[in-house]
């Protein structure tokens, strides 16, 4: 084994194909190789709205289900949801007393987040970075797979493990690497090849859904934007809508990126959407028709998630107790 990876999604809804390219999907290839630590991480989407608790219940078993679908395997890896393993909030608290605010002040995501209205944004928001280094450390692990958004929150999670050593002199915790995998983890919408897959896009058309049928993924492949030029190019900035397809089939297909390009390049845009869509078909609607089997068990996917918080508790409850002591508060 080459270490222990932990990495986590929010339940936020509308799992697309930037979740599962840019993420999921290169999990299941690394839970061979590491020790796995998969986690639904619920206490991160409360830091912004829509609060809705229903829907965030809903939205918990989604990404669970969508984890098992995709092929991570619920006995090789530990799946679990974050608030059920109390170390996350206990170590978020210790490294609240670790992280200088300056360094939180250089996030850029908080500041796209947090948009104009800066004040009104949550504590929580603000300190979303350092809860996010307490969820990877509580297990002490090595490795990260993350897209490139989260390179930025990787730095500081490493700074405020370094800073923990130094401030007690101890060799504790591991400086973790990050792992950002996959020809596509940039996907972008199918409406606008210069904007991100996004789960809050209002065209449902801009983005191929983890739930969606084959009809419709394969009418939304066929009707995304194109341009009028003949044949396909690698050409990111000026056919930006050409290249997020050709990145698509690519990681799709599994194949290197040059090849596809190189094979569709006389093809026309009508040809190649059309194959793309039974490509997209074959890889995700067996995915969608497992977790909609998922689904329709609640309590199956419960029961997987209360098994995997046991191990989970299990290895961060000793890492924490052993916080508590180099940072002397007193045993219990
Ligand atoms: N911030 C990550 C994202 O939005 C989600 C996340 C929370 C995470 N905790 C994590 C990812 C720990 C990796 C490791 O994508």
Redesign the pocket.
């Known amino acids: 084994m080459g270490g222990r990876i932990?990495?986590?999604?929010?339940p936020t809804g509308n799992l697309h194909l930037g979740n599962y390219l840019g993420a999921i999907r290169n999990w299941v290839a690394l839970q061979e190789q590491y020790e796995s630590i998969f986690c639904v991480?619920d206490m991160?989407a409360i830091t912004m709205p829509p609060w809705e608790p229903e829907a965030l219940r809903a939205h918990t078993r989604e990404v669970t289900a969508a984890y098992i679908a995709a092929g991570i395997d619920p006995q090789r890896c530990v799946i679990f949801v974050q608030s059920h393993v109390a170390a996350h909030a206990q170590l978020a608290w210790v490294f609240n007393c670790v992280a200088a605010i300056g360094w939180l002040n250089r996030m850029t995501q908080f500041k796209d987040k947090a948009g104009k209205d800066r004040e009104g944004a949550m504590a929580g928001l603000y300190v979303y970075p350092v809860l996010?280094a307490a969820?990877?450390l509580a297990y002490r692990a090595t490795h990260?797979p993350?897209?490139e958004d989260?390179k930025q929150?990787l730095e500081l999670m490493r700074d405020i493990a370094g800073a923990f050593n130094r401030r007690y002199d101890v060799d504790f915790f591991p400086l973790p690497e990050p792992l950002i995998l996959g020809t596509a983890t940039r996907v972008m919408s199918l409406r606008d090849g210069r904007a991100k897959m996004s789960k809050s896009d209002p065209s449902d058309n801009s983005r191929i859904n983890l739930t969606d049928d084959a009809d419709t993924i394969a009418r939304k492949v066929r009707r995304a934007k194109s341009d009028s030029e003949m044949g396909l190019s690698w050409e990111p900035e000026r056919r930006p809508e050409a290249a997020n397809l050709l990145n698509i089939y690519a990681a799709l297909a599994e194949e290197p990126r040059e090849a596809v390009v190189e094979r569709f390049a006389a093809s026309s845009f009508a040809d190649f959407k059309g194959t793309l869509a039974d490509l997209a078909v074959a890889r995700l609607a067996p995915i969608a028709g497992e977790m909609r089997r998922l689904l329709a068990d609640p309590g199956h996917i419960d029961a997987i998630l209360r098994a995997g918080a046991e191990r989970a508790e299990a290895i961060a409850s000793d890492n924490l107790a052993q916080v508590y002591d180099i940072v002397g508060f007193l045993r219990r």
């Not at 932990?6 to 929010?10: E, H």
């Open positions: 932990f990495s986590g999604v929010q991480v991160h996010m969820d990877v990260v993350v897209g989260q929150h």
